[in-house]
């Protein structure tokens, strides 16, 4: 008997269903703590014996590289102009990203008035990537338009990864900076996780502190600042008037600036959310039985029409330059959906550009003005 209830402990265990107990009957659950403290027993007398493992249970595998992927199938020609036989609603990002920005300006200038000062935002810039100088240039002309204060500190690609550290410390130490921002990816000698350790908590504008991060995940915990895109996103589908509550939502990717605080975001507005990623099988599949599918792969017309049920809102943060002849610049941006299939489908669809991109921004803006206000004793 107690054997087989630490067999149930360890399957449960393997299977990492933590809530399991809480959902047993009371007598089910007095057993299953007895069977608990066996399995610490046996658990303390493992990790005494193995000293490769520094704890209980199923392995946190870090193995990252993407599984090959078969070649996409052939994309439609591309439409000449914007005319499509749709009824889609097309969401402007724009439109929504000049209101919060009005907003923040608003809130800027009252700030001013009341206590003098102004918000600062710093952002760190390392190397000379094309788009990160781009995504750089709208962050400081977002705060020229608002108010904010914006410093820039940019630094060569073969800088050391102190010297990256320096800048940031420098900028948490300045009490004019209310915001610390390093634009990634960095270089690939240099360690983003130490660099981003090194951001102040209160100055993590961004919200990839592991704290800020937690708190998101955990109910009734308040993050002090969330992935700007994560509150893009939501806030392109709250303007849209969607409704969230018990919808099932995929978002196409896992990462720490979209993919992840988008699901507990989407999580704490009590919609039922899927994972898509790079070893998801059938993906498609998956996103054929979603009323919101948000897309933040970095795949150039990954979500095809055919992945989308009728009437479906689609969300595409992907921002994934193509080659075009025809653009001034030999190339353009696109989103990770096929845009010309999607919007026959959709019942509504973000555009890139102009979509989710300008919004993001905008949070990032509204992000140091929260942090601003904090600061001067002003938050609600
Ligand atoms: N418009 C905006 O405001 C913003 C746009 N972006 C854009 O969004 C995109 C994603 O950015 P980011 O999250 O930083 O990128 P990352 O590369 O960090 O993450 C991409 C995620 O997509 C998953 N993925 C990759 N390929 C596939 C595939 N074929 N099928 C399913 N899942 C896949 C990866 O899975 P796995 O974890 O298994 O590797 C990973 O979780 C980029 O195009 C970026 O430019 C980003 C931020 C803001
Ligand atoms: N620390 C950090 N935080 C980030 O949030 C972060 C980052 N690093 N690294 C790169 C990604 C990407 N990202 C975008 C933001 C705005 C647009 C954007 O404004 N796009 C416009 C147009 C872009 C154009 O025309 O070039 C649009 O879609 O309309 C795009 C992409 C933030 N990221």
Redesign the pocket.
């Known amino acids: 008997m107690g054997g087989a209830a630490v067999a149930l402990l360890a399957a449960t265990r393997r299977s990492s269903i933590p809530l399991v107990t809480s959902s047993l009957p009371r007598a089910a659950r007095g057993l299953h703590e007895a069977a608990a403290a066996a399995g610490e027993d046996k658990a303390r007398t493992r990790r005494r014996r193995s000293s490769s493992s520094s704890f209980l249970g199923p392995d946190i595998t870090d193995t990252?590289d993407?599984p090959p992927?078969p070649a996409a199938s052939p994309l439609p020609p591309r439409a000449a102009g914007v005319d499509y036989e749709s009824t889609a609603t097309i969401i402007d990002g724009k439109s929504i990203a000049e209101d919060i920005r009005l907003q923040v300006a608003e809130e800027v200038l009252q700030m001013k008035n009341a206590v003098g000062h102004v918000p600062g935002l710093a952002v760190v810039l390392v190397g000379d990537r094309k788009d990160s100088q781009s995504y750089v240039r709208f962050k400081v002309k977002g705060c020229e338009e608002v108010g904010i204060k914006s410093l820039l500190a940019e630094l060569p690609r073969n800088c050391t990864e102190d010297e990256v550290v320096d800048s940031v410390s420098r900028f948490n130490e300045d009490p004019s900076v209310h915001g610390v921002l390093v634009q990634l990816p960095l270089p690939q000698h240099m360690d983003e996780q130490k660099i981003l350790n090194a951001i102040s908590l209160d100055k993590d504008v961004d919200g990839f502190h592991p704290l800020n991060v937690g708190n998101l995940a955990l109910r009734s915990r308040k993050p002090l600042f969330v992935s700007c895109?994560a509150k893009?996103c939501l806030e392109l589908l709250l303007q849209s008037g969607i409704d969230l509550m018990g919808k099932h939502v995929t978002i196409?990717?896992?990462?720490k600036?979209?993919?992840l605080p988008t699901s507990l975001l989407l999580q704490r507005h009590h919609a039922t959310v899927s994972v898509?990623?790079?070893?998801?099988e059938n993906?498609e599949e998956i996103t054929r039985g979603s009323d919101i599918v948000i897309s933040?792969?970095?795949?150039a017309n990954?979500v095809r029409g055919s992945w989308l049920k009728q009437g479906a809102v689609v969300i595409d943060?992907?921002?994934?330059p193509v080659e075009d002849p025809a653009s001034d610049f030999g190339y353009r941006l696109t989103g990770d959906v096929c845009f010309e299939e999607a919007v026959n489908v959709a019942s509504a669809i973000t555009p890139v550009p102009g979509g989710?991109?300008p919004v993001?921004i905008a949070m990032l803006l509204a992000n140091t003005l929260d942090s601003a206000k904090r600061v001067y004793g002003l938050s609600d």
């Open positions: 990252w993407p992927r895109a893009a196409i990717g896992r990462s600036v979209v993919g898509i990623h790079a070893y998801t993906p933040a792969a970095g795949v990954l943060v992907g921002t994934n989710v991109g993001t």
